[in-house]
């Protein structure tokens, strides 16, 4: 029994590094636009199609697939926050309603442009070790499982860094507390949000390319992985990185260990729940700041 539930965790912990990884990146978005977005879950959608499409044509491999899928949708990022989000700018703040439907819209125009060209079939790729298996004693790891979390765990690490250390970072930063401040010190708000929604769509696409070879790529796949995000950063706290990040990981292991003691088909309801006693007993999350009303 003790080994079993050891092995769940471990299981726990590699899922949950995705869930950190959007948590991180659908954070970071919040926490300098102030808007949520909705179609984020689309963003891992066409990181996962980048994978299968150099997979069709057999160019490349894993690591190209990933990379491949961080420099495309960080385009498709830039592209989105000129066009659509840009206009939405109100002395230097986006609209919140506006930038959400808009969001909402954007995740169905990407969901039925992904069906119309690739049809509703299920598709997989190759990955590096999707055949290793390694045992250290008794425990039993999946060596593709072990890529995606080192994956994840990279791309959340160089975030991390990007923003503590760089002086684009130091700005995206500054916009994200206090825009009106950091446009009065010569920084462009709008190019800011343009490079952070850029990021945060870009790490969601990695994802996408981390997860193709454990999981199937589908044009409706975005949907579920949005409301994975939503919990992880309802979990941890809204605009709280490192609460989404401590969400993600606790959201993969309660997942994991619930099949030991629950029916099956039933781990499904672990992230709402959570989600809801969240809600109910600490609604400003995990890491969040308590908010006092006046």
């Known amino acids: 029994m003790i080994l079993d539930v050891i092995n769940f965790i471990a299981l726990g912990i590699m899922t949950g590094a995705i869930y950190a990884l959007l948590g991180l990146s659908l954070n970071l978005v919040f926490g300098v636009l102030r808007v949520i977005n909705i179609a984020h879950g689309e963003m891992l959608m066409l990181g996962a199609y980048t994978a299968v ?130 446009q009065a010190n010569g920084i462009s708000v709008p190019i800011i949000h343009m490079i952070t929604f850029a990021i945060g769509s870009a790490l969601a696409g990695g994802a996408g390319a981390l997860i193709t070879p454990v999981t199937y790529a589908f044009p409706a796949m975005g949907f579920s992985y949005t409301l994975y995000a939503f919990m992880t950063v309802i979990i941890g706290g809204l605009g709280n990185i490192w609460g989404a990040v401590l969400a993600g990981f606790l959201l993969g292991i309660a997942e994991s260990l619930s099949v030991i003691v629950l029916p099956t088909g039933f781990n499904a309801v672990v992230g709402p729940a959570l989600m809801l006693l969240a809600l109910v007993f600490r609604p400003q999350g995990l890491l969040g700041r308590k908010l006092i009303r006046a």
Do not use: C, K, W
């Open 53 to 182: 499409v150099l997979a069709g044509v057999h160019f490349g491999g894993p690591f190209l697939s990933i990379l491949a899928a961080l420099v495309l949708v960080t385009f498709v990022g830039l592209v989105i926050a000129r066009l659509l989000l840009r206009p939405l700018t109100i002395d230097g703040r986006i609209h919140e309603q506006r930038g959400m439907v808009m969001s909402l819209g954007l995740s169905l125009f990407l969901s039925n442009t992904v069906l119309a060209l690739f049809g509703p079939d299920y598709q997989r790729v190759p990955g590096l070790l999707v055949s290793r298996v390694f045992e250290i004693g008794d425990l039993v790891l999946e060596g593709q499982r072990l890529v995606i979390l080192a994956g994840a765990m990279l791309m959340a690490t160089a975030l991390m860094l990007f923003l503590r250390f760089t002086l684009l970072g130091l700005a995206i930063r500054a916009v994200g507390e206090n825009p009106e401040a950091a």
